[in-house]
Structures are given as C-alpha cells and as structure tokens.
C-alpha cells in the first residue's frame, strides 16, 4: 500500500511537471528518481551487513537463556540461515509488501506497527516545528533585510548566529532547565500534558535562524535588482514593492528548502526525544540499537532514509516548478 502511494506521488508530479516542462528537464526528473532508488537499496544493503557483522547478538543479553534456546530462537526469526539468504529474503519482503519483519524485543509486534506509532508522534513534532520555523524564519529574514545594518539586523543575525551553532541536544537541555526546573511552567516529561511545547521548539530554533539568514541574503539580492529600482521610479508604494516583488522573489530558495528541511526535522527528532523522554521513532531507534533489535533498527534506519531522499527530489522538482528559468542537467 505503501509502494502503491509512493508511486503514485511521483506519477502524478512527473505528469504535472510534464506538461509544462521540456524533454531534457523530464529525463533529469526520471534520472533522480532512478538515482533515488539506487541510493535507498544502498542504504537498505549497507544497514543490513553492517548491523549482522556486529559482535553478539539480539538475544545474547537475554537472562538464563541457554545455547539450544537461543538457537531455537535464532532459527525461529530466520537467523540461522546463510547471510545472503537472509539479504534477499528481507530485500523481497521490502520490495513486494513492504515488511520489515517482527521486532525480536517488542515480542508480538511487527516493526511496521513500532514505527508507524512512532511516526505519529514524531511527524505530528516535525511538522508543527517546520512551520513554525517557516513562519518566523521568513518574517525575521524580511525585518533583518529591511532594516539592514540596523540595531534590529543586527541582534536577529546575532541571536540566529547562535541558534545554527548549538546543537539541538545542548539548546534542548538548556530550555529544560530554564522552563522545566526553574521556571516550572512547562513539563519536562514529554507524555505529559504540554510535554511536546519544549521539544518543538527545540526543534523549530536552528530551521528558523537558517531560514532567518537565507531570507535575509535572498531578501536583499532582489532589493538590488533593476525591476525593485524601476518600480520604485514608477512611484509604486514601498509595501506593494516589497510583498509583491521582493519576497515573493526572496522566497524562491526558502521553499525549495523546505521539503528537505521538513524531513531532516523529523530525522533530527532522535536526540531531541532522548532528552525530552518523548515516545516517538527517534526513542525507539535508539532503544532498538542498545537492544540489538536487528529488524527495528533496519526498518527506521531505511525509513527515515527514503523520507529524506523523497523530500530531496520532491525539492529539486518543486526548485524548478517555482523557477522556471532554472536549468536542471
């Protein structure tokens, strides 16, 4: 089912890309998808060996477990098996109905079951932290580029400054000890109530100063532009100036970067719902690798892979659906 709507997304933007787009940006379109695909069978072979040549196994932790129990164990989850059918027993169950198998912790619970519960969490913080980002972000970069060279650049460069270089985890921990400990106005305890407010805005803060700096540079290279400097000639107003031409030009590689940004945010959520104890795919993957959960790790590793890879392409379409003077080779 799946499978059946990824291709059915791409169907349907090849075909609405096709109809106003020429035959050499089409066969760049069909040679990224290719690519894409061809990139997540690498990923899917590469996570595979790599996880079955680490020492031990997924079942070595468990209490009193003798060696004819384990091994009864192993051949009941097909790990007894030579490693290559093994390979392309898993590559088939992917391919044809989208299986990533049994979690061998979680005991009766599929890794596609795990990682769609995850998901809800973790794409429902994602979406609203990319918005959020999106929205203050272009408002922030319009102010700076407006105001350049002002007191009020100045501190929104500055304070963006330092939210793209800390790490997430480290601006996470500090908002938890400000609101969470000493402030006490917000849980720290992401399955309470208001528990995901922190970890959003956590989040939200590096996509917004990155936007905040790109709207910025974008902003300002369309005030310099002949057609801003004949408009305002003409005698059009400065507020039809700058929503009807400038940001609407400026806002060309905000949405183009968008899609990709949206899912390395949900990507990126690993860490964050470490420190915010939020239950969402990030926790599980980390869980799953200090379990030795084979199947749960391959199965997020893969998925949040090909959500990358999706939002990638989608971005360099929707690059060219935008701007139609861009060249694509």
Do not use: C
Request: glycine share 8%; net charge positive.
């Amino acid at each position: 089912m799946n499978g059946y709507i990824l291709m059915t997304i791409i169907y349907f933007i090849t075909r609405q890309v096709g109809e106003t787009m020429n035959t050499k940006t089409l066969m760049y379109i069909l040679k990224r998808i290719l690519l894409a695909i061809v990139t997540i069978w690498v990923v899917i072979t590469v996570t595979f060996f790599v996880m079955h040549a680490v020492p031990g196994g997924p079942f070595t932790s468990e209490k009193a477990v003798t060696e004819s129990v384990e091994a009864a164990m192993e051949a009941k989850y097909g790990l007894d098996k030579p490693l290559h059918v093994q390979y392309l027993t898993y590559l088939k169950d992917i391919v044809t109905k989208f299986d990533f198998g049994p979690s061998l912790k979680q005991r009766g619970r599929t890794v596609n079951q795990i990682i769609a519960d995850g998901m809800k969490t973790s794409v429902k913080i994602g979406v609203i932290a990319a918005f959020i980002a999106l929205i203050f972000g272009v408002v922030f970069g319009a102010i700076a580029a407006l105001r350049r060279n002002k007191f009020v650049d100045r501190i929104i460069m500055i304070i963006t400054t330092a939210f793209v270089s800390m790490p997430s985890f480290i601006m996470g921990s500090f908002l938890l000890i400000i609101f969470a400990n000493h402030l006490k106005i917000l849980p720290a305890n992401g399955a309470a109530k208001n528990g995901l407010i922190l970890p959003i805005i956590t989040l939200s803060l590096y996509p917004m100063a990155y936007i905040t700096r790109l709207t910025r540079s974008s902003m300002l290279e369309v005030l310099g532009q002949d057609y801003i400097r004949t408009a305002k000639a003409k005698g059009v107003s400065g507020m039809k100036i700058i929503f009807g031409h400038a940001l609407k030009n400026s806002l060309i590689p905000v949405i183009t970067y968008f899609g990709p940004m949206l899912a390395y945010i949900v990507t990126g959520s690993i860490v964050v719902e470490q420190v915010f104890a939020v239950s969402g795919i990030g926790r599980s993957f980390v869980n799953s690798i200090t379990g030795r959960d084979y199947p749960l790790v391959m199965g997020t590793t893969i998925v949040l892979a090909t959500l990358i890879v999706i939002m990638n392409l989608v971005g360099d379409i929707l690059y060219k659906i935008v701007d139609p003077r861009i060249t694509l080779e």
